[in-house]
């Protein structure tokens, strides 16, 4: 079945450092979605994005979608410490069916 | 605000004991989700219902089934609980859209089940 593999699994950085987390496809997606969840909480929305080569920021976020639409990004421009916590992406791989990345744990030290 | 409630956030069991996570959402949203997080496997989907009384397997549903007999509750139960199923459950919900434009997940806080 259709799958997304997230890298890195683990990322630790200094705080004021960037950091960035990949999902890639071996199929096209008709859209892509990021979640964060901080540690001890439940996923929470951040972003959908769904046009090839789309480019999202929200603050120090910048999330992209490939032009072939088989890859996105999620970019942080100088973490802090309130970034901590685990990124999912998402994805409809068909009607009602989603499909989440294993999730990227940034850890981030002050 | 949408509001997604799991009735428990934690729950320890013991082996062979039947278990009920209840999850309610009030935006009358037609899709229902159960998940399991286990570190490093990331969310893998149980069991979601796309209607009342519907129900499809999702990737790992042995071990577990549901019901859906109102719009806004979606039960998860284990018939008879296994240690392999201490796990973080999370219900989520999301309304029925078009193919192609999924719209928002929205998660419940999760459901921490200990299995002894």
């Known amino acids: 079945g259709q799958q997304v593999m997230q890298i890195p699994q683990y990322q630790h950085v200094q705080e004021g450092e960037d950091f960035t987390t990949y999902c890639n496809s071996s199929?096209?997606?008709?859209?892509i979605q990021w979640y964060k969840q901080r540690p001890g909480g439940h996923p929470v929305f951040l972003i959908q994005?769904?046009?090839?080569?789309e480019v999202k920021k929200q603050k120090r976020l910048t999330f992209q979608f490939g032009e072939a639409k088989k890859n996105s990004s999620l970019h942080i421009t100088a973490t802090q410490t309130t970034d901590v916590g685990t990124y999912f992406c998402?994805?409809?791989?068909?009607?009602?069916?989603?499909?989440f990345g294993a999730g990227t744990r940034l850890a981030v030290h002050p | 605000d949408v509001k997604v409630t799991q009735s428990s956030r934690y729950l320890v069991k013991r082996t062979g004991e039947k278990v009920f996570l209840e999850c309610v959402q009030d935006?009358?949203?037609?899709?229902m989700f159960w998940y399991r997080q286990d570190p490093g496997l990331g969310l893998r989907l149980i069991y979601f219902?796309?209607?009342?009384?519907?129900?499809e397997k999702g990737d790992i549903p042995e071990g577990y089934s549901v019901s859906r007999e109102k719009k806004e509750r979606f039960s998860l139960i284990l018939e008879s609980a296994s240690t392999n199923q201490t796990s973080m459950y999370l219900c989520?919900?999301?309304?029925?859209?078009?193919?192609?434009?999924?719209?928002?997940?929205?998660f419940g806080e999760g459901s921490r089940l200990t299995v002894l």
């Open positions: 998402m994805f409809s791989g068909g009607y009602n069916k989603l499909i």
């Open positions: 199929t096209t997606l008709s859209n």
């Open positions: 994005l769904v046009k090839s080569g």
């Open positions: 935006m009358d949203h037609e899709n």
């Open positions: 219902s796309y209607d009342v009384k519907m129900k």
């Open positions: 989520a919900s999301i309304p029925r859209r078009g193919q192609g434009n999924t719209g928002e997940l929205f």
